[in-house]
């Protein structure tokens, strides 16, 4: 076996035995000291996919012909909400990620991953300029984190945990990296594990019934792009745990268990809100049980134990394909190659 390559640390490089969240800004690629997030930045160039791609033609004719009043506001309060959300993380991974995971190859990823929150803000943009054509209706869809209130509310609750790390410059103490993976936790568990989920159980329950195929077409690249953006947040996380163990107490894991709760209560309001017409086949009590099963698998991937005891109450969300069971960075890059076709499980363990 070859000796490990060495290299001297130069001014405003970090050594080998440096730690993922130690401030500085490294640039040098070889030697790789994380190649895992190489491969992931490989894997989602792979998943590339364009919103051209997605056909609404259906769609158009399903929001006049098919869908009555209550699943009407299902689908505007869900489009109201898709209309910001993504913006949301990117400016938190611009803000705060980006600067402080301090490996050239994990800020690859990052890159990457900015790309496709662009994207997705593309198909959401498309997605509302086809769903509600008037200019009026489109504005207030753009306007719903200051006029509707359980949209509101899952701003309020984005933007305090955003807020909570953009005056760190510099990840200088313990204080400041628990701050930070707090942070991390909140963006990969809460918003694109929870929120997002809750939204895309509602695409696939319309898609059940038959209806708006474009919208779920798109969903499906979304959700593996979220899958793996939450896949690349987990292992930054397993990272940080083994270099700093002392890092994941107690007091941190009753924040996230606190901080999941509060999530989960938050996505429920809004359920109340999309549901509150009356939806034959989804209940609000129904979503509660989904969204803290959600909250569970997060929890597990943390390395903790299940805080809800909740299971999936949603036979449809079962018919997605098996095949995608596994984590995405288990399988042959062959998964992954421009124009996939199929779907990915709720049940993946990220």
């Known amino acids: 076996m070859n000796p490990p390559e060495v290299r001297t640390p130069v001014p405003g490089s ?15 690629l070889r030697p790789m000291r ?23 033609s259906l769609d158009t004719n399903d929001l006049k012909n098919k869908v009555g009043p209550a699943e009407r506001h299902l689908i505007e309060r869900l489009v109201a909400f ?21 490996a050239p190859e994990a800020r690859m990823y990052l890159s990457r991953q900015l790309y496709e929150e662009a994207l997705h803000v593309q198909f959401y943009l498309t997605l509302l300029d086809t769903y509600l054509p008037e200019p ?28 909570s790390v953009h005056a760190l410059r510099r990840l200088e103490n313990r204080d400041d990296r628990r701050a930070f993976l ?33 919208l779920a ?10 899958s793996m953006h939450m896949a690349f947040a987990f292992e930054v996380i397993d990272v940080v745990r083994g270099e700093e163990p002392d890092l994941f107490d107690d007091a941190l ?11 989960v209560e938050c996505e429920f309001a809004f359920s109340e809100d999309v549901l509150s017409g009356g939806v034959a086949g989804m209940s609000p009590r129904d979503m ?14 943390l390395g903790m134990p299940r805080h809800f005891g909740a299971r999936n109450p949603f036979p449809f969300m079962d018919l997605q394909d098996v095949q995608e069971l596994t984590n995405f960075f288990e399988r042959r890059v062959s998964a992954y190659q421009v124009a996939v076709e199929g779907e990915v499980a709720f049940d993946a363990a990220f």
């Open 136 to 163: 009026e209706a489109r504005a207030r869809a753009f306007a719903a984190v200051e006029n509707i209130p359980s949209i509101r509310r899952k701003a309020a609750f984005c933007f305090r945990w955003i807020d």
């Open 82 to 102: 898709f209309a910001t959300g993504d913006s949301i993380v990117s400016n938190n991974l611009v803000l705060n990620l980006y600067q402080h995971i301090n």
């Open 34 to 56: 994380y190649p895992q997030f190489y491969e992931m930045y490989r894997n989602a160039i792979r998943n590339t996919w364009t919103v051209e791609e997605v056909d609404f």
């Open 14 to 28: 970090l050594s080998r035995e440096s730690k993922l969240l130690d401030p500085g800004f490294e640039l040098t």
């Open 253 to 263: 894991r009753a924040q996230v268990v606190e901080m999941l709760e509060e999530a």
């Open 182 to 214: 707090l942070n991390l936790i909140c963006f990969a568990a809460c918003i694109e594990g929870l929120f997002f989920f809750g939204a895309f159980a509602y695409v696939y329950y319309l898609r059940s019934r038959g209806l708006l195929h474009g």
């Open 288 to 301: 509660r049980e989904y969204l803290r099963y959600c909250a569970d698998q997060r929890l597990v991937r």
């Open 217 to 226: 077409g798109g969903t499906n690249w979304v959700f593996r792009d979220e």
